[in-house]
């Protein structure tokens, strides 16, 4: 349900296994410049997190993860939509 790393996200939006990308608000931009191209809109991109927040929350050094989960995917979304508002 989770990839992580960049060339193993990169690799999974390829091959379209990828529900939602999330890529480190402190990520370069070249990085994320490579990977909204990569997604050409076709997936949510969430970038409200820096990468010491998603190293902490999976607890490796990352700063891109992929959920390849469908239903996680739309939970994370209905969640970010009510810390948003």
Do not use: Y
Request: aromatic share 2%.
């Amino acid at each position: 349900m989770l990839v992580t790393g960049q060339e193993l996200v990169a690799k999974a939006i390829k091959k379209q296994n990828i529900a939602i990308a999330i890529i480190a608000s402190d990520a370069s931009e070249n990085t994320k410049k490579d990977f909204k191209d990569l997604i050409r809109g076709r997936i949510t991109i969430v970038n409200q997190f820096s990468s010491t927040e998603i190293s902490q929350a999976i607890g490796e050094p990352r700063k891109i993860l992929g959920i390849t989960d469908l239903g996680i995917a739309r939970k994370i979304k209905e969640l970010l939509k009510e810390v948003t508002l």
